[in-house]
């Protein structure tokens, strides 16, 4: 569903359940709340709305408002809206395929339910619930007791005795949810009908919603639980320190001494104190977790914060990613190294807006097919963005379950991996699977560390950890031997006369493609044999200094490079070419010429700031590059 008209403003009041004051640029307007729930968590001073301009002059309101922004989420609190949705959702086949019938509104007994479905097999009478209300993650239903909610509940357990099929639906009103759950505190008899009504055959469903300032549609699948501490089967098994285990938070299929019983409960109260605040956890859309998740690989997390929020800010979602150019998503990327993330994130963004509408996958099945996304990285955004209970593996968790098993296998054997993904998905809490799979990398990030000794006090598995009992930590993961890395001789030049320096464009595929680079030659070349060579492409050297040398290693490969600035007479005008060469003004690099970090230790002598030490918060003395040469 969508909205025509949207405006933005800032809440001031509500002084009662029908109106509220917003100041819409500068001046205050009495607007039209649609929805007549408390919404007290959602409507606090100075939070962002956002309005429908009504098309009718003759209204004594001329808005109504219909989301607001709360932590890093935006909600719909239109009450109208998990309807409309719903019944779009319903006639694309998201309950019921082939659909034959849809009726909205329609009288059973003494209630009048949202829908009445019907399939060439089924037919069902179906309640809608619109949900805005959330903690941690976490939706919960009502804000507020409501009778009638219980009532619609008692009518759908009698239509289900009397031969019909009958389901309740929760539309999550917001993104990035992880479970929904009956309001236990707020009214325990509603959740205890709920409860009535699943062990009578009657379905419930939970599903959230893609919502932007202007539209709302169900997207994804939300796990519903009914009591406030599910009730799991008790697992016990023998720990090596001979510890009995129950209570377990999941279904423990595994039945030998080295599987992952007791991991979860101790695990996810340890993240529940110790995790820490992301920028892309705190509002984990599939959008930011994607992106996020894809910076994260073979990449810091202190280095990525700064280059995802400002990712986000210029390409905020999959439209203007999949239409940005080439030369300004490597700009943005400039710094991260391995740059075919940021053309297979492109590539993924156009693929998503071809064959889904515009819209990220929920499955990792689905997610597996786009380019640049691979196991690891289709569990993450489905366990974290829409809470399926799948696996996420990296280095990090490969590591942690390797100590915690002492498995001398080859964690990096792909057979290895996709063990012990089943052994993590047997064990994972269904309800949090997000938060589990976060967990595991959280602990190998910051306490079962790769290199030097692991901070074992910290450990939430400190007694049950068999590498560490046995004091064997270092150990393990055990790996293949690396194969040695080539390494490549080269002689790196920055030229430049008066006003301009020389750059040319790395060609359109093989490593750093489509990147700008300084002039260079394989090779170590002499100060003679720099000059011959300058003079042969029709420039005319004036000096030449030889620069500190340089190293940079990549993956298979290490860079072995010395350097010369050599200055010229004169160069050809700006946006001339000479020999493959592009004479440019050094301070456009900044802004339009994607550099790799491969040349940081040359960029200097041109004054150019490679990607995150241009963006730093220091005093200009700090950030910028000195100027060098003496010419």
Known sequence: MKYKDIVKGTFIERPNRFIAYVEIDGRQEKVHVKNTGRCRELLQKGVTVYLEKSGNPGRKTAYDLVAVEKGGLLVNMDSAAPNLAAGEWLASGGLLAPVKLIKPECTYGNSRFDFYVESEAVKMWLEVKGVTLETQRTALFPDAPSLRALKHVEELIQAKENGYEAGILFVVQMEGIRRFTPNWETQPAFAQALERAQEAGVAIYARGCHVTQDSMEISYEIPVVLKPEAKKQECFIQTAKGRSMADRPAVCEADNNENLCDIAQPLLKWYDGHRRVLPWRENPAPYRVWVSEIMLQQTRVEAVKPYFERFMEALPGIPELAQAPEDKLLKLWEGLGYYNRAR???????????????????????????PGIGSYTAGAVASIAYGRAVPAVDGNVLRVISRYRADGRDMLNDKVRKSVEEDLKAVMPKDRAGDFNQALMELGAIVCIPNGAPKCGECPWEASCKAHIEGRETEFPKKAAKKARSIEKKTILVIQDAMRAAIRKRPTKG??????????????????????????????????????????????????????????????????????LLFIEPSLTEKEYPIPSAYAAYTGYLQIRLGNDKFEEKNEEGTKAKQILPF
């Open 511 to 580: 490593m750093l493609a489509g990147m700008y680079e300084f002039p260079s030659e394989e090779g170590h070349l002499s100060q003679e044999e720099v000059l011959a060579l300058l003079k042969e492409k029709g420039l005319h050297p004036l000096r030449i200094q030889k620069l500190p040398d340089s190293r940079h290693v990549f993956t298979h490969k290490e860079w072995d490079m010395i350097g010369y600035a050599v200055r010229v007479d004169e160069l050809e005008p700006v946006g001339g070419t000479q020999e493959g």
């Open 344 to 370: 297979n994130l492109q590539k993924a963004a156009q693929a998503i807006m071809a064959e889904y509408g515009g819209r990220m996958p929920d499955s990792r099945e689905e997610l597996l097919k786009l």
